[in-house]
T-cell receptor, first 113, second 112 residues
Framework: DAGITQSPRYKITETGRQVTLMCHQTWSHSYMFWYRQDLGHGLRLIYYSAAADITDKGEVSDGYVVSRSKTENFPLTLESATRSQTSVYFC????????????FGPGTRLTVL | KQEVTQIPAALSVPEGENLVLNCSFTDSAIYNLQWFRQDPGKGLTSLLLIQSSQREQTSGRLNASLDKSSGRSTLYIAASQPGDSATYLCAHGSGNTGKLIFGQGTTLQVKP
């Protein structure tokens, strides 16, 4: 039972490059989320998805793009990476709406040089 | 703006002590409140989920309470152990989308 996995776990890239972070969950949860964690800011929501082909912006969505063609996958793409996007990125999933427990992946540590 | 505050930011206690971590929030219409544990360099592990209609939840040595009227939640850890050393985060559900608003966390160190 893999649960929720993220890849890669570590990534170093350069400014201006496109980067895609992968998230896969095996529970068939409807809801999926992307957060970033930064010192001084805590965890902030980037994007979320209520179902396949339904996505919406969170608090800090500028510079990011998501897609969800399949229920189990929710990739996050940085279209043109900037140093300010250096962060730890967490994917999460939840079986239902606002009343449901949310489960987190192990995170991807991204460094933009 | 919805805010979640956790006090203290850091806490150091000797092994065996009972302790309380505090979480306060400004949104009176929260859907739920969730407590997480995060070990250094690791992801978040869900500890307890309290629905907005509930007052408390218990799991082993952990007990979490929720008082919506005062905008507060507490996490009580009984008989603390060095293995409890970690950062504890609280977060509440915002709206019916399930997205979470997080506090900055309390870093706990339990000394043997």
């Amino acid at each position: 039972d893999a649960g929720i996995t993220q890849s890669p776990r570590y990534k170093i890239t350069e400014t201006g490059r496109q980067v895609t972070l992968m998230c896969h969950q095996t529970w068939s949860h409807s809801y999926m989320f992307w957060y970033r964690q930064d010192l001084g800011h805590g965890l902030r929501l980037i994007y979320y998805s209520a179902a396949a082909d339904i996505t919406d912006k969170g608090e800090v969505s500028d510079g990011y793009v998501v897609s969800r063609s399949k229920t189990e996958n929710f990739p996050l793409t940085l279209e043109s990476a900037t140093r300010s996007q250096t962060s730890v990125y967490f994917c999460a999933s939840s079986p239902g709406q606002g009343f449901s427990e949310q489960f987190f992946g192990p995170g991807t540590r991204l460094t933009v040089l | 703006k919805q805010e979640v505050t956790q006090i203290p930011a850091a806490l150091s206690v000797p092994e065996g002590e009972n302790l309380v971590l505090n979480c306060s929030f400004t949104d009176s219409a929260i859907y739920n409140l969730q407590w997480f544990r995060q070990d250094p360099g690791k992801g978040l592990t869900s500890l307890l989920l309290i629905q907005s209609s509930q007052r408390e939840q218990t799991s082993g040595r952990l007990n979490a309470s929720l008082d919506k009227s005062s905008g507060r939640s507490t996490l009580y850890i009984a008989a603390s152990q060095p293995g409890d050393s970690a950062t504890y985060l609280c977060a509440h559900g915002s709206g019916n989308t399930g997205k979470l608003i997080f506090g900055q966390g309390t870093t706990l160190q339990v000394k043997p």
